[in-house]
């Protein structure tokens, strides 16, 4: 089992950036992939950003694509988004969490078996 803390949340001013890790407690053997995340009050959870451990090919939802960036440090076992041009929009919980085994879709939270306990972005405007 893999435990995974997110940290690096925090209030920021629209347009303004923010780096969020994700330190696993052991590296994630068997799975495909890491994501992150978020979660908005009264919203469903949504897909951010995928990356592929061993290849590093990305992926990203629309609302992302071109102001965030998701890699990882495989020697440290850290995921990490960073986050440029942020709005209102981006406010949310957001959590990382790792692909299951086989999982083929990337971007839907049921291919995912651990998840972190989330960090909170406040954008203000």
């Known amino acids: 089992q893999v435990q995974l803390e997110e940290s690096g949340g925090g209030l920021v001013q629209t347009g303004g950036s923010l780096r969020l890790s994700c330190a696993a407690s052991?590296?994630?053997?068997?799975?495909?992939?890491m994501g992150w995340f978020r979660q908005a009050p009264g919203k469903e959870r949504e897909f951010v950003a995928h990356?592929?451990?061993?290849?590093?090919?990305?992926n990203y939802a629309d609302s992302v694509k071109g102001r965030f960036t998701i890699s990882r440090d495989n020697a440290k076992n850290t995921l990490y988004l960073q986050m440029n041009s942020l709005t209102a929009e981006d406010t949310a919980v957001y959590y990382c969490a790792t692909r299951r085994y086989g999982s083929t879709a990337y971007a839907t939270t049921d291919s995912y078996a651990y998840w972190g306990q989330g960090t909170q972005v406040t954008v203000s405007s």
């Open positions: 052991k590296r994630p053997f068997d799975t495909p992939g």
């Open positions: 990356i592929y451990l061993s290849s590093g090919s990305t």
